[in-house]
């Protein structure tokens, strides 16, 4: 939080009234402590000036005093002491003698303060060898009362003088301070505090010298030096605004990446909760932007695929990464969604680990492949059965050659022979008219029968064979023609198309021993981009096993072996559309099987 900087000191708080303060203390403690000193070395001077004295007065006038004493001269001895009261300090004397005489001048000293000394009186007499006599005493009475009054007048010259002094020394320094310092600070006070991102291009200027610039100073000191954060400090948010903005646009292509990405992309958390998607993810899944909290990895992702996707989350989580691999996603409705996945950590180090997850949609990929698999197999299959009908046109061509001289010899033979021997030969020439249709079959399996193509209306030739067909029709199958457009003429060869409804017919017949019905239904379709008829022969038959299915349009494969089934019809079916530029198609289940005839209606 920024607190509001003051904008003024009240004059207390200011440096120069505190430095004020302080040197005033200081003088002040330092003053007394001499001038307490000065007045203790004076005292003892007094002291030892009185002791001085009194000494003086022992040494010149006991001797005198005891001569009067002795020789009882009151004169001489009130003399004496009134001249012992000239002395200074000395403010009272008493004598008192041995004949018990007694004098006092002066006073007592209050309380006793003072000095009180008491000399032995002795008399010596004219002889040195005469034995000193003591004949009385004297007491001198001192007072302090002058020494202190000279300590008290000399403590306050001291005091007043020095306390001038002292004042006028310290605003003299408070002067000095403040044109040197203190205003400076206070410059530097206001620059900082207007100092801002904006302000930091304005250097510090104290402006201290006019004129040629004297050495650096501590001020100037701390006005390169705050010049010098200055500096420093619109470096770093010059180098900080630039890597905000590489920052911010690197995190602007991030997003747009991840925004734009047609891969799914999400970040997890450790524990598998979804943290973001992009919308190619949520797309993919189904699942709207608010539903982002309750989405989880093991949630998301198909039951059979779920302990593989977690030992690739353990496998990225210890290295950083995993492997590409094969998954289903759960979408919102319950489908699986197959994509390919992978996983690996993202964030700033030291910063908790999350996980991205790319998962791209491969339906479309999985579909193309399943495509052109089954284009491969088609391919190789319709290698086979031209092969196959090669072969058998090549061995048709053969039997035809053989068939017709056999027919022709029959004919003559049956005309000119009679009786039994004319009806053999009828019955050969009949064998080898089915061995020639045969020979038709088989070359239309090859694709070398020679089509008569002409403009004919489609429906009615599949009403005409639908009545051919009921002379085949079992009693308990019933038959329908259903009509959805009304433009059902193409150009086709008549008798070919009429061979492959027929042929369609008749399985749907033989499929339905239990009866049902068989719908023949015609409509408009496009063939290969181009206008096309559609012919659909359903039954409710019991279907095609899944096993024989890919099999059925192969020559010679028969369900019905040695039933009279050549196994040539739906290869023939299948020849015929091949022939007309056109495709066969077959829809099977155990409720009934759909054949589909799809044709141009103009060849090529």
């Given at each position: 939080?920024?607190?509001?900087?003051?904008?003024?000191?009240?004059?207390?708080?200011?440096?120069?009234?505190?430095?004020?303060?302080?040197?005033?203390?200081?003088?002040?403690?330092?003053?007394?402590?001499?001038?307490?000193?000065?007045?203790?070395?004076?005292?003892?001077?007094?002291?030892?000036?009185?002791?001085?004295?009194?000494?003086?007065?022992?040494?010149?006038?006991?001797?005198?005093?005891?001569?009067?004493?002795?020789?009882?001269?009151?004169?001489?001895?009130?003399?004496?002491?009134?001249?012992?009261?000239?002395?200074?300090?000395?403010?009272?004397?008493?004598?008192?003698?041995?004949?018990?005489?007694?004098?006092?001048?002066?006073?007592?000293?209050?309380?006793?303060?003072?000095?009180?000394?008491?000399?032995?009186?002795?008399?010596?007499?004219?002889?040195?060898?005469?034995?000193?006599?003591?004949?009385?005493?004297?007491?001198?009475?001192?007072?302090?009362?002058?020494?202190?009054?000279?300590?008290?007048?000399?403590?306050?010259?001291?005091?007043?003088?020095?306390?001038?002094?002292?004042?006028?020394?310290?605003?003299?320094?408070?002067?000095?301070?403040?044109?040197?310092?203190?205003?400076?600070?206070?410059?530097?006070?206001?620059?900082?505090?207007?100092?801002?991102?904006?302000?930091?291009?304005?250097?510090?200027?104290?402006?201290?010298?006019?004129?040629?610039?004297?050495?650096?100073?501590?001020?100037?000191?701390?006005?390169?030096?705050?010049?010098?954060?200055?500096?420093?400090?619109?470096?770093?948010?010059?180098?900080?605004?630039?890597?905000?903005?590489?920052?911010?646009?690197?995190?602007e292509r991030y997003r747009q990446l991840f925004r734009s990405s047609s891969d799914g992309l999400c970040i997890l958390d450790p524990e598998g909760h979804l943290i973001q998607a992009n919308?190619?993810?949520?797309?993919?899944?189904?699942?709207?932007?608010?539903?982002?909290?309750?989405?989880?990895?093991?949630?998301?992702?198909?039951?059979?695929?779920?302990?593989?996707?977690?030992?690739?989350?353990?496998?990225?989580?210890?290295?950083?990464?995993?492997?590409?691999?094969?998954?289903?996603?759960?979408?919102?409705?319950?489908?699986?969604?197959?994509?390919?996945?992978?996983?690996?950590?993202?964030?700033?180090?030291?910063?908790?680990?999350?996980?991205?997850?790319?998962?791209?949609?491969?339906?479309?990929?999985?579909?193309?492949?399943?495509?052109?698999?089954?284009?491969?197999?088609?391919?190789?299959?319709?290698?086979?059965?031209?092969?196959?009908?090669?072969?058998?046109?090549?061995?048709?061509?053969?039997?035809?050659?053989?068939?017709?001289?056999?027919?022709?010899?029959?004919?003559?033979?049956?005309?000119?022979?009679?009786?039994?021997?004319?009806?053999?030969?009828?019955?050969?020439?009949?064998?080898?008219?089915?061995?020639?249709?045969?020979?038709?079959?088989?070359?239309?399996?090859?694709?070398?029968?020679?089509?008569?193509?002409?403009?004919?209306?489609?429906?009615?030739?599949?009403?005409?064979?639908?009545?051919?067909?009921?002379?085949?029709?079992?009693?308990?199958?019933?038959?329908?023609?259903?009509?959805?457009?009304?433009?059902?003429?193409?150009?086709?060869?008549?008798?070919?198309?009429?061979?492959?409804?027929?042929?369609?017919?008749?399985?749907?017949?033989?499929?339905?021993?239990?009866?049902?019905?068989?719908?023949?239904?015609?409509?408009?379709?496009?063939?290969?981009?181009?206008?096309?008829?559609?012919?659909?022969?359903?039954?409710?038959?019991?279907?095609?096993?899944?096993?024989?299915?890919?099999?059925?349009?192969?020559?010679?494969?028969?369900?019905?072996?040695?039933?009279?089934?050549?196994?040539?019809?739906?290869?023939?079916?299948?020849?015929?559309?091949?022939?007309?530029?056109?495709?066969?198609?077959?829809?099977?289940?155990?409720?009934?099987?759909?054949?589909?005839?799809?044709?141009?209606?103009?060849?090529?």
């Amino acid at each position: 939080m920024i607190r509001d900087y003051p904008q003024g000191l009240p004059e207390s708080r200011r440096l120069s009234m505190r430095l004020l303060a302080l040197i005033l203390l200081v003088s002040s403690v330092l003053t007394l402590t001499l001038t307490a000193w000065q007045l203790w070395a004076d005292y003892k001077r007094d002291i030892e000036g009185i002791e001085e004295r009194l000494q003086v007065l022992e040494h010149a006038t006991l001797r005198p005093l005891g001569n009067s004493v002795w020789a009882l001269n009151e004169e001489q001895i009130r003399l004496l002491l009134a001249g012992m009261l000239n002395l200074d300090a000395v403010v009272g004397v008493a004598l008192d003698t041995d004949q018990a005489r007694h004098y006092f001048l002066g006073e007592m000293p209050a309380d006793n303060a003072g000095i009180t000394r008491t000399y032995a009186l002795v008399h010596q007499g004219p002889h040195p060898t005469d034995k000193p006599l003591q004949i009385g005493t004297l007491t001198v009475y001192t007072s302090l009362d002058g020494v202190y009054a000279r300590l008290l007048d000399r403590a306050a010259n001291i005091l007043v003088g020095q306390a001038l002094k002292t004042f006028v020394v310290s605003v003299f320094i408070l002067l000095i301070v403040q044109q040197l310092v203190t205003r400076h600070l206070g410059r530097i006070a206001d620059y900082a505090r207007q100092l801002s991102a904006q302000t930091l291009d304005r250097p510090l200027q104290l402006q201290r010298h006019r004129g040629t610039p004297p050495a650096p100073d501590e001020l100037d000191q701390v006005e390169s030096a705050i010049n010098f954060m200055r500096e420093s400090l619109l470096e770093d948010m010059q180098r900080r605004a630039a890597a905000e903005q590489r920052l911010h646009a690197s995190e602007e292509r991030y997003r747009q990446l991840f925004r734009s990405s047609s891969d799914g992309l999400c970040i997890l958390d450790p524990e598998g909760h979804l943290i973001q998607a992009n919308p190619a993810f949520l797309a993919m899944l189904g699942y709207p932007p608010d539903q982002l909290p309750e989405l989880t990895l093991d949630r998301m992702t198909a039951e059979p695929w779920r302990e593989a996707d977690a030992q690739h989350v353990s496998r990225a989580l210890a290295t950083g990464s995993s492997e590409e691999y094969r998954k289903d996603l759960l979408g919102r409705d319950g489908r699986n969604v197959p994509v390919s996945a992978r996983l690996w950590i993202v964030g700033a180090p030291g910063a908790a680990r999350l996980l991205m997850q790319r998962a791209r949609d491969i339906r479309q990929e999985l579909h193309v492949e399943g495509e052109r698999l089954r284009l491969a197999q088609q391919k190789q299959e319709a290698r086979r059965l031209e092969a196959v009908g090669t072969l058998a046109g090549g061995v048709a061509h053969e039997f035809n050659n053989l068939l017709t001289p056999i027919k022709g010899y029959a004919e003559l033979i049956a005309k000119e022979a009679e009786g039994s021997t004319a009806s053999r030969a009828e019955a050969i020439v009949h064998a080898a008219e089915r061995g020639r249709r045969l020979v038709e079959k088989i070359l239309l399996l090859g694709r070398k029968g020679a089509a008569q193509r002409v403009e004919t209306d489609v429906a009615a030739l599949t009403r005409e064979t639908l009545e051919m067909a009921q002379r085949s029709r079992p009693a308990h199958v019933r038959t329908g023609l259903r009509l959805e457009t009304d433009q059902t003429r193409a150009v086709v060869d008549p008798t070919q198309l009429h061979e492959a409804v027929m042929n369609l017919l008749l399985n749907a017949f033989a499929a339905m021993p239990n009866g049902g019905d068989v719908m023949v239904t015609i409509a408009s379709a496009e063939c290969d981009g181009k206008p096309g008829l559609l012919i659909s022969v359903a039954d409710q038959g019991t279907g095609i096993a899944p096993e024989v299915l890919p099999r059925i349009f192969e020559p010679f494969y028969s369900t019905n072996g040695g039933h009279g089934n050549s196994g040539l019809g739906l290869a023939v079916v299948n020849g015929i559309m091949a022939a007309h530029g056109g495709k066969v198609g077959v829809d099977s289940s155990p409720g009934g099987t759909t054949f589909t005839l799809l044709l141009p209606r103009k060849p090529e």
